[in-house]
């Protein structure tokens, strides 16, 4: 905590941004951009085309969708471009431009310091987001993140589990479309993952058979937690709600809020029926 924060002068902690970004922020990020990315590329090259000059064709191609023979001709005009129509972007448009700087980074070193360092900007400035999965995803803070992040990971390198792992990359992609957000197939992809996890482990072909069934597997749960998850199924089994079902009459559509909780607590409940199973000797391979 800074001398000022201590003193009460200046807050100790921010609102958090989640249809803005400030200018600290905006400034922090611009910053990674400039180090981490623009500044190791080569800017000449003996033979051919520099990887400045490639990533600023795929720029103008891609991202900005310009003419690429409106590039400029000299390297610095180029940079002052881009780092002008940064400091102009919307608030959304800065999210999209992180994604395309990570999406074209070939090295895996390189690209993971950038989203740990973006991460670390977004979590300092009290930012809505977070980088999960190469998506900038709406996770607020540490602990939805690592609930989230540790939910992909495991049903990443577990073979069995890569339904569950295109259930939840899915269910991120759709509440995370800044544009576009589809809170209701987002809510339907997350419990899918809850789903895919649970018939797995138990052989069952259904959710609701599946949890009353983990017991006979060896995963004591707690009445009220499994209790708890087999409402939340009855909820996005309901046929009223449209969810899992054809949309018959006009139902309370999903927002927000109800997306985000979704993607935490199934990934959490996902990491809880992970650890339980291993640790009784279920293995995943």
């Known amino acids: 905590m800074r001398f000022s924060q201590r003193i009460g002068q200046t807050p100790v902690n921010k609102e958090i941004q989640l249809e803005y970004v ?3 922020l905006t400034n922090g990020l611009w910053n990674l951009v400039k180090m981490l990315f623009i500044d190791k590329l080569a800017k000449y090259a003996d033979y051919g085309k520099s990887d400045f000059d490639k990533f600023s064709e795929i720029l103008w191609h891609n991202f900005y969708k310009m003419p690429i023979d409106t590039i400029p001709e000299y390297k610095s005009s180029v940079e002052k471009y881009i780092r002008e129509r940064f400091f102009n972007f919307y608030w959304y448009e800065i999210y999209d431009f992180l994604e395309f700087i990570i999406e074209i980074q070939n090295n895996q070193g390189e690209k993971n310091k950038f989203i740990n360092s973006v991460n670390g900007i977004l979590e300092r400035e009290f930012a809505g987001y977070r980088i999960i999965n190469e998506k900038v995803a709406p996770i607020s803070n540490q602990l939805e993140f690592e609930e989230v992040s540790f939910a992909l990971d495991k ?47 138990t052989g069952e072909n259904t959710l609701g058979k599946a949890l009353n069934k983990l017991e006979s597997k060896g995963l004591n749960l707690n009445n009220q937690l499994k209790s708890g998850f087999d409402k939340i199924y009855a909820y996005t089994n309901d046929k009223d709600n449209g969810i899992r079902h054809a949309i018959v009459t006009a139902p309370i559509e999903p927002d927000f809020a109800d997306a985000k909780y979704m993607l935490i607590s199934c990934s959490s409940f ?13 293995k995943f391979e």
């Open 155 to 201: 049903t990443k390198f577990l073979t069995a589990l890569e339904g569950a792992n295109i259930h939840l990359t899915n269910a991120i992609d759709l509440i995370s479309d800044k544009k576009n957000p589809n809170y209701r197939n987002s809510v339907k992809e997350s419990i899918s993952a809850v789903e895919s996890t649970c018939r797995i482990i």
């Open 270 to 282: 996902i990491n809880y029926l992970i650890t339980k199973a291993e640790k009784i000797g279920i």
């Open 22 to 24: 400030d200018e600290e």
